[in-house]
């Protein structure tokens, strides 16, 4: 499977916005949720957000609920991120993945990660 691309990240002031989008293979893009995940340095990859196939269904970190909101377009394999109201916290590499079984908040239920998209928040 061809693995996903990020795109849309960059360095943004606090309260500030970015849309990421994630490009995937249509076989990579029909598994049943789609997720982002970020990573800061020196710390472990943390779940963002994640949306079933249908969209039906999103579910997201504590930390970013009512700022961020995970959407997808199935038309064009292509799923999105809206980052709203960031905060410096927000800075991180962030990647999508393709749900592959198992609880959608654990890192280890998700493969064919990107290469991931850098955002900086700056205070």
């Known amino acids: 499977q061809v693995q996903p691309v990020e795109s849309g990240g960059g360095l943004v002031q606090a309260g500030g916005s970015l849309r990421l989008s994630c490009a995937a293979s249509?076989?990579?893009?029909?598994?049943?949720?789609m997720g982002w995940f970020r990573q800061a340095p020196g710390k472990e990859r943390e779940f963002v957000a994640a949306?079933?196939?249908?969209?039906?269904?999103?579910y997201y970190a504590d930390s970013v609920k009512g700022r961020f909101t995970i959407a997808r377009d199935n038309a064009k394999n292509t799923v999105y991120l809206q980052m709203d109201s960031l905060k410096p916290e927000d800075t991180a590499v962030y990647y999508c993945?393709?749900?592959?079984?198992?609880?959608?908040?654990?890192?280890?239920?998700?493969?064919?990660w990107g290469q991931g998209t850098q955002v900086t928040v700056s205070s």
């Open positions: 993945a393709a749900h592959r079984g198992g609880s959608v908040y654990r890192r280890e239920s998700f493969g064919s």
């Open positions: 249509r076989a990579t893009f029909s598994s049943a949720f």
């Open positions: 949306i079933q196939w249908s969209g039906d269904s999103t």
